[in-house]
Nanobody, 125 residues
Framework: QVQLVESGGGLVQAGGSLRLSCAAS????????LGWFRRAPGKDREFVAA????????YYADSVKGRFTISRDNAKNTVYLQMNSLKPEDTAVYYC??????????????????WGQGTQVTVSS
């Protein structure tokens, strides 16, 4: 049974930082591309960042480029999202997702097979 479990969300002031983690189990982690998406209240799901299955390429939404960094640790079966210079508009539930041999280029999320339950990030002004 595949599980993706996010953690690290919380309440932070604008300009602050958080690091989200997503621990995976039940799959061969190194064979999966990984993505972070978010959904703000009343809005559609939005691509945030992705890393391809071999870790050689990363992709970011324009809104987070230069502030967020995605990384993976295959030894720990974990993908991270380091979020710096947070803004109130970053407030959302953040989800990680896994796609077998994913390139990281599925910005819509439709090719991802597995999703976590989400972690809330709230940025106060």
């Amino acid at each position: 049974q595949v599980q993706l479990v996010e953690s690290g969300g919380g309440l932070v002031q604008a300009g602050g930082s958080l690091r989200l983690s997503c621990a995976a189990s039940g799959l061969t982690f190194r064979r999966y591309g990984l993505g972070w998406f978010r959904r703000a209240p009343g809005k559609d799901r939005e691509f945030v960042a992705a890393i391809n299955w071999n870790g050689g390429s990363t992709y970011y939404a324009d809104s987070v480029k230069g502030r967020f960094t995605i990384s993976r640790d295959n030894a720990k079966n974990t993908v991270y999202l380091q979020m710096n210079s947070l803004k109130p508009e970053d407030t959302a539930v953040y989800y990680c997702a896994a796609e077998p041999y994913g390139s990281g280029l599925d910005f819509g999320g439709d090719e991802y097979d597995y999703w976590g339950q989400g972690t809330q990030v709230t940025v106060s002004s």
